[in-house]
């Protein structure tokens, strides 16, 4: 999916480390509000990147939207647009989206079924809901690659984890490892990306990597990470150092989440619009590339224009410095 924001922001992002060894508690990120474009335009709840903390692991970006009503917002209609130093990750609850890349690709991406695309150098594409969806409500998550592999060649990835029982949990592994499963999937930093549904009144524990920091979107429901209660479409962090996590839903209805997580990410990203750089440079670079050269090639079988790129901003990117 494409930042679709008229003005976007130029983010430097510098992975925390949590202070001492003990983790600490449970820091709760909420969403803004970002149309996706147009004059009925899809609204989507976005969580990274955002002042309090721009990075979970690798996970650079999310976007959690729906349940969608296409027929009243037109659904999703993202024309070709780049990407560069990222792997995009594609996750659906309901509804379709069509997906169509400059590799030449033309898949359709399912409610559970992990679609994983690879900028590297440059890649573009286009994303459009089918005809037959009526509602659409998924997320749309960005993983920053490191700088060994951000030129990266491009590629596509397409997984159907099997759900798993795990308590009274039902898990599905989309990326890494938990509950016993490994997705096949090739990302670049140690991680972990899972969807976990609860019934009402249901807990579980979950063993975790010591390394990895976590976050915990909430999809449907209210979920309680670790005692701290999280409200729909909020994004619960937790740092490094924990060996387990338990999960409840207090609920009178099930509850949803998607669990994210990975090892600290040691290296700082500028982001901008769809561009992962290391500098200024390295943005108005892909921009420049995106207008006037064939660095991301072309999108065969998207019926309308690219999207253009914003303007950049007049001054030099600033650092933001560390978050608390």
């Not at 925390?16 to 509000?33: D, N, Q, Y």
Request: proline share 8%; aromatic share 6%.
């Amino acid at each position: 999916m494409s930042n679709a924001e008229t003005h976007p922001v130029e983010i430097r992002c510098a992975q925390e480390t949590a202070a001492g060894s003990r983790p600490a508690g449970v820091e709760i990120l909420t969403p803004r509000a970002v149309p996706l474009g147009g004059p009925r335009a899809m609204t989507v709840r976005r969580t990274l990147p955002q002042r309090a903390r721009s990075l979970i692991g690798a996970w650079c970006f999310a976007d959690h939207y729906g349940p969608d009503d296409v027929t009243v917002t037109g659904g999703m209609d993202v024309a070709p647009h780049p990407h560069t130093g990222l792997q995009t990750v594609s996750w659906l609850f309901t509804g379709e989206i069509e997906h169509r890349d400059s590799l030449g690709t033309h898949a359709t991406v399912r409610p559970g079924e992990l679609n994983l695309m690879t900028g590297g150098r440059g890649i573009c594409h286009s994303e459009v809901s089918t005809p037959q969806t009526t509602v659409l409500h998924g997320v749309q998550l960005w993983l920053a690659l490191p700088d060994a592999h951000r030129d990266a060649p491009r590629d596509f990835q397409h997984h159907v984890p099997d759900p798993v029982e795990h308590g009274e949990a039902t898990v599905r592994v989309f990326l890494g490892e938990l509950c016993g499963q490994s997705s096949p999937v090739r990302v670049f930093t140690p991680l972990l990306g899972a969807e976990i549904t609860l019934p009402a009144g249901a807990a579980v524990s979950l063993d975790t990597y010591r390394s990895f920091e976590h976050g915990v979107l909430v999809d449907s429901g209210t979920v309680t990470a670790e005692g701290t209660p999280l409200r729909q479409a909020e994004l619960g962090y937790l740092s490094p150092g924990r060996p387990h996590l338990t999960l409840t839903n207090d609920g009178a209805c099930p509850a949803r989440l998607i669990l994210l997580g990975g090892e600290p990410f040691g290296e700082e990203i500028v982001m901008w619009w769809n561009f992962v750089g290391r500098s200024h440079q390295d943005i108005a670079q892909a921009r420049a590339d995106w207008v006037t050269t064939s660095r991301f090639g072309k999108v065969a079988g998207y019926g309308g224009p690219a999207l253009r790129a914003p303007q950049l901003p007049i001054t030099t990117l600033k650092s933001r410095g560390r978050t608390r």
